[in-house]
């Protein structure tokens, strides 16, 4: 069965910290992961994608990584800002026709001043 | 300017009656989806579209309805069918041969 799992479910941080959201999947065929913030009461939207061949990637103070082997992805966020709190949501897309995503739950995300 | 918009933001419905949420995107994309997001758990596929005139069931289709009769218009109708319709849903589309899906800012029902 296709799933996406997240880690933790929520996390508070101070302002100015870093923290790491975990993300392990069980998706296949695999095809692309991607990380979504999404605000409270709106749409998520795109952080980062990671293919099969890449091991990371940055984008501004949001660092993904991607273990094709062991299935995994981190995302990191660097001197945390209070616009950080969101949820992040972990998207793995499998390789078929229509490209289905499966969705994690999710981790909240709380940066406190 | 581009993007995708769902209307209303927020609505209430009265439990035995059917209600159309909207979803109109002018970026010209293909496919459009419909999710529904619940507290602890994922967005779960409700219908998707990948081309006018023609539409799939996801995972939870069960009291819900759609029509693609415009590229650009991707209507979802829940029916007095759903047995739980309190959610937040959302509307997304994808351009075909890209794998990002661009999501609507979404819409709260709520059932009284």
Known sequence: KNQVEQSPQSLIILEGKNCTLQCNYTVSPFSNLRWYKQDTGRGPVSLTIMTFSENTKSNGRYTATLDADTKQSSLHITASQLSDSASYICVVSADTGFQKLVFGTGTRLLVSP | ?112
């Not at chain 2, 949420?21 to 010209?28: R, T």
């Not at chain 2, 994309?29 to 779960?44: E, F």
Request: charged fraction near 20%.
């Open chain 2, 1 to 112: 300017d581009g993007g995708i918009t769902q209307s209303p933001k927020y609505l209430f419905r009265k439990e035995g009656q059917n209600v159309t949420l909207s979803c109109e995107q002018n970026l010209n994309h293909d496919a459009m989806y419909w999710y529904r997001q619940d507290p602890g758990q994922g967005l779960r596929l409700i219908y998707y579209s990948q081309i006018v005139n023609d539409f799939q069931k996801g995972d939870i289709a069960e009291g819900y309805s759609v029509s693609r009769e415009k590229k650009e218009s991707f209507p979802l109708t829940v029916t007095s069918a759903q047995k739980n319709p309190t959610a937040f849903y959302l509307c997304a589309s994808r351009p075909q041969g890209y794998t990002e899906a661009f999501f609507g800012q979404g819409t709260r029902l709520t059932v009284v």
